[in-house]
């Protein structure tokens, strides 16, 4: 069964480092998503993209944040300048169709700021 | 606005015992609802889904019922295995608003043999 990829699976960077997070989605799907959540509490969604530009982002996607897919595999989510409070499980996910249709998830990264 | 309340974990049940973690919503419109599940160093899977009021979703034992009235989805098993150790979440995308999901907290759920 096809399956979101996501690399690395843990990243420690020194806080004020830029850090990129990479996802690989299922190759027909044409939404992708960034979520966050941070250790004991809920999954919080980040950012989606489709048809090559954000479609909604959510207040935590600020400034320091950014996504590109630079290819026709590729999805990334950068933070510019990290900060300790950056730490958290970050997961991608992909769904062939917005709204109700559902999501599918990466194993997530594990993103620690010293 | 949107979000989803789930029952607070940790629950530890016995093999063969009957699950229930509660699940309640608030939404503008007519969300679809969702159960997630995720083992131990893995992603989120899709568990089940339901995605107008009185659908149920059911998957691997699992049944939740999209409950207009009450505005709950509780996920049920009735016999849960060792197997289903695991974190479960509830989430709901709302129809209007786009595609984000709201996720609850997630329910750890321990099966002891």
């Known amino acids: 069964e096809p399956e979101v990829t996501q690399t690395p699976s843990h990243q420690v960077t020194q806080m004020g480092q830029e850090v990129i997070l990479r996802c690989v989605p299922i190759?027909?799907?044409?939404?992708f998503y960034w979520y966050r959540q941070i250790l004991g509490q809920k999954v919080e969604f980040l950012v989606s993209f489709y048809n090559n530009e954000i479609s909604e982002k959510s207040e935590i996607f600020d400034d320091q944040f950014s996504v590109e897919r630079p290819d026709g595999s590729n999805f990334t989510l950068k933070i510019r300048s990290t900060k300790l409070e950056d730490s958290a499980m970050y997961f991608c996910?992909?769904?062939f169709g917005g709204g109700n249709q559902p999501q599918h998830f990466g194993d997530g990264t594990r993103l620690s700021i010293l | 606005g949107n979000s989803v309340t789930q029952m607070e974990g940790p629950v530890t049940l016995s093999e063969e015992a009957f699950l229930t973690i509660n699940c309640t919503y608030t939404?503008?419109?007519?969300?679809?609802l969702f159960w997630y599940v995720q083992y131990p160093g893995e992603g989120l899977q899709l568990l089940l889904k339901?995605?107008?009021?009185?659908d149920k979703g059911s998957n691997k034992g699992f049944e939740a019922t999209y409950r207009k009235e009450t505005t709950s989805f509780h996920l049920e098993k009735g016999s849960v295995q060792v197997s289903d150790s695991a974190v479960y979440f509830c989430a709901l995308s709302p129809q209007l608003a786009g595609n984000q999901f709201y996720f609850g907290t997630g329910t750890s759920l321990t099966v002891i043999p």
């Open positions: 190759s027909n799907h044409l939404y």
């Open positions: 339901a995605t107008k009021a009185d």
């Open positions: 996910a992909s769904s």
């Open positions: 939404a503008t419109g007519y969300p679809s």
